[in-house]
C-alpha cells in the first residue's frame, strides 16, 4: 500500500492489488464483475496499513456474497477514515512510540534486548494483520443478511458519513490564506483573510476552491495530475506576489 502510494490515489493501488486474488476466484467467469471491483478499488484511500486488513476482508465478505456495488463502494468510503484514525492512534502514537522509548533505552545501556524486542515486537504487529483480516471477512459473512435487508439504508448512510468525513478533510487539510491587507488609515488596516472572508463564512475559499476541482473532476472529465500540477503552480506563483 505505502509502496504504490501517490498523491492522486494515495494507498488504492496497493489496496487493489492485496485483493485481486480473491477477486479473481470470485469473478473466475465474469470479467465485467472483475472489473468492475476492480475499478471500485482503485477509487481514492488514505487509511492505516495495520487496519486495511480488516476493511479488505469486510469487502471481499461482500463481493463473495455479490452485493450492491453502490452499498461497497459507500463502506469502503465510510469506513477508511474511521480505522485511519483508530489505527494510527493504536499504533503509531501509542504503542510504537512506548516501546520504541523502552528499547531504546535497553539499548543505550548496551543491552541487545532493546533491538530484538523492538525488531519482535513489530513482527508480531505486522502478523495481527492476518487476524484483522479474517475478523473483517467474518464480521462481513454475518452482516450480509442485514445488509441484504437493509442494503438502501445502510448505504444512503454510509454515503452520508463518507460525505461528513471529507467535509472534515477538507476544513483540516486544505487551507488558503490570503495575505492582503488594505490601509484604513495610517494607525489600522483591514486584512481580506480575517476580516472579510473569515467573516462571511470560515474556510470558504478552502471549501469554494475543493468544489471547484470537483466540478472540474465530475462534469469536465479533467486530468487530476493537471489539476494537482496547476494547483501547484498557482500557490507558488500567488505566494511569490504576496497574495497567499
Given at each position: 500500500?505505502?509502496?504504490s502510494?501517490?498523491?492522486e490515489?494515495?494507498?488504492s493501488?496497493?489496496f ?6 480473491l477477486l479473481?476466484?470470485?469473478?473466475k467467469?465474469d470479467k465485467?464483475?472483475l472489473?468492475?471491483a476492480?475499478?471500485?478499488n ?8 495495520h ?12 463481493e463473495?456474497?455479490h452485493?450492491d456495488r453502490?452499498?461497497i ?11 485511519a484514525g483508530?489505527?494510527d ?16 533505552s535497553?539499548?543505550v ?5 532493546g ?5 519482535i515486537?513489530?513482527?508480531?504487529i505486522f502478523?495481527?494483520?492476518?487476524y484483522t ?17 437493509q442494503?438502501?439504508?445502510i448505504?444512503?448512510?454510509a454515503s ?6 471529507i467535509?472534515?478533510?477538507i476544513a ?7 495575505l492582503?491587507?488594505?490601509v ?6 483591514l486584512s481580506?483573510?480575517t476580516g ?8 470558504i ?7 471547484f476541482?470537483y466540478?472540474?473532476l ?12 496547476g494547483?501547484?503552480v498557482l ?5 511569490y506576489f504576496g497574495i497567499?
Amino acid at each position: 500500500m505505502q509502496a504504490s502510494f501517490n498523491y492522486e490515489r494515495m494507498q488504492s493501488g496497493g489496496f487493489m492489488f492485496a485483493q485481486i486474488p480473491l477477486l479473481k476466484k470470485i469473478y473466475k467467469n465474469d470479467k465485467q464483475g472483475l472489473k468492475d471491483a476492480m475499478v471500485d478499488n482503485l477509487e481514492f484511500i488514505n487509511t492505516s496499513p495495520h487496519l486495511a486488513g480488516f476493511l479488505m476482508g469486510l469487502l471481499i465478505s461482500m463481493e463473495e456474497g455479490h452485493e450492491d456495488r453502490e452499498t461497497i463502494r459507500a463502506l469502503r468510503t465510510a469506513l477508511f477514515p474511521p480505522l485511519a484514525g483508530i489505527g494510527d492512534a493504536i499504533f503509531w502514537f501509542t504503542v510504537l512510540p512506548i516501546l520504541a522509548g523502552i528499547c531504546s533505552s535497553l539499548a543505550v545501556s548496551g543491552s541487545i534486548l532493546g533491538p530484538l524486542l523492538f525488531f519482535i515486537a513489530y513482527c508480531l504487529i505486522f502478523a495481527s494483520r492476518f487476524y484483522t483480516t479474517n475478523l473483517g471477512y467474518n464480521l462481513g459473512v454475518k452482516a450480509i443478511p442485514i445488509i441484504k435487508a437493509q442494503s438502501e439504508k445502510i448505504g444512503k448512510a454510509a454515503s452520508v458519513l463518507g460525505v461528513t468525513v471529507i467535509g472534515g478533510l477538507i476544513a483540516s487539510y486544505v487551507h488558503i490564506n490570503v495575505l492582503t491587507k488594505f490601509v484604513i488609515n495610517k494607525s489600522s488596516t483591514l486584512s481580506l483573510q480575517t476580516g472579510f472572508f473569515d467573516r462571511i463564512f470560515p474556510n470558504i475559499l478552502s471549501f469554494g476552491y475543493v468544489f471547484f476541482l470537483y466540478y472540474l473532476l465530475k462534469n469536465k472529465k479533467a486530468n487530476p495530475i493537471w489539476l494537482i500540477a496547476g494547483t501547484f503552480v498557482l500557490v507558488l506563483v500567488l505566494s511569490y506576489f504576496g497574495i497567499l
